[in-house]
């Protein structure tokens, strides 16, 4: 049987605990997540860190550091950093982004291409997705290429023609998010007629689309992502009480529909990381 990735992310930068208690922010707290996300069966945690006091998203490289070697005291879960410029502001934001990367994670993942995001601008020039991914080459950090629109494989490919991404390259697909691709069946179907068949691949719905999303990305052979940075809820109406309940809810999702959870060898296996 197929073998499925499930990657948590864990607390994004918009959730808050005013709309859901559990909503993580401290890096103990955030760790903490991802731990229990592993014993339920996810294999990569993706990570972004918060201000400990205010929530408010942060960028320190400290508050990243603790997160990671609280989890790998514990488990092997696999560690993708964020390098999202969502929320930075400064004159050199590039190398701001990069700077997780010295942190050695597994992954690190690659926003490819700008959008109108609620209520701002998602900004992501081409010179970001070039530089991004020789930076990542170079350090040896396998690039999670989030794609948010049809647009952005076509950029994600041309880089990838030129080298710059180690096979195979690893996209997940962003589904529902305002004012990107829709989550419907026929997006997802679209959006993953365009991926080259090299490609691993994960997916993600925002919301009330995570479920369908998800199940999709079973049914086509693909990978998937749960957690609070897409949804805080675990039904309608029902707050989850942590990220780990959404992972619970996906390892069922993927047994019903015939298939196995792969464990953090698995996803090293199937991503072709090799261990620093």
């Known amino acids: 049987m197929r073998k499925i990735i499930i990657t948590a992310a864990v607390t994004?930068?918009?959730?808050?605990?005013?709309?859901?208690?559990?909503?993580?922010?401290?890096?103990?707290?955030?760790?903490?997540?991802?731990i229990r996300c592993h014993s339920?069966?996810?294999?990569?945690?993706h990570i972004r860190v918060r201000d400990p006091r205010t929530g408010e998203p942060s960028f320190k490289l400290e508050y990243f550091k603790e997160v990671m070697d609280r989890i790998r005291e514990k488990c092997d879960i696999l560690i993708n950093l964020t390098t999202s410029g969502l929320m930075l502001t400064g004159?050199?934001?590039?190398?701001?982004?990069?700077?997780?990367?010295?942190?050695?994670?597994e992954i690190c993942s690659l926003d490819i291409g700008?959008?109108?995001?609620?209520?701002?601008?998602?900004?992501?020039p081409p010179e970001w997705g070039e530089i991004a991914a020789k930076t990542m080459l170079e350090a040896g950090?396998?690039?999670?290429?989030?794609?948010?629109?049809?647009?952005?494989i076509s950029q994600a490919l041309d880089i990838h023609k030129r080298g710059l991404f180690q096979n195979p390259p690893y996209f997940q697909l962003c589904m529902g998010t305002?004012?990107?691709?829709?989550?419907?069946?026929?997006?997802?179907?679209?959006?993953?007629?365009?991926?080259?068949?090299?490609s691993v691949w994960s997916v993600l719905g925002v919301g009330k689309h995570q479920l369908a999303t998800?199940?999709?990305?079973?049914?086509?052979?693909?990978?998937?992502r749960v957690g609070f940075e897409d949804n805080i809820?675990?039904?309608?109406?029902?707050?989850?009480?942590?990220?780990?309940?959404?992972?619970?809810?996906?390892?069922?999702?993927?047994?019903s529909l015939q298939c196995t959870i792969a464990s953090s060898s698995d996803a090293r296996f199937i991503l072709k990381i090799t261990p620093q």
């Open 141 to 152: 950090v396998k690039p999670e290429i989030e794609v948010f629109d049809s647009g952005h």
């Open 40 to 45: 339920a069966g996810a294999a990569v945690a």
């Open 91 to 105: 004159p050199d934001i590039i190398t701001e982004r990069l700077k997780p990367l010295t942190l050695k994670p």
């Open 178 to 198: 305002r004012w990107g691709m829709e989550a419907t069946p026929e997006d997802v179907l679209f959006i993953k007629s365009k991926l080259p068949p090299d």
């Open 214 to 224: 998800i199940a999709m990305g079973i049914l086509l052979g693909g990978h998937i």
């Open 12 to 34: 994004g930068s918009r959730p808050t605990k005013a709309m859901n208690p559990a909503v993580p922010y401290s890096p103990e707290e955030i760790a903490e997540e991802a």
């Open 114 to 124: 700008s959008l109108n995001f609620l209520d701002r601008v998602f900004y992501d």
């Open 233 to 255: 809820y675990l039904r309608k109406g029902i707050l989850a009480k942590n990220n780990a309940e959404q992972v619970e809810m996906a390892v069922k999702l993927i047994e």
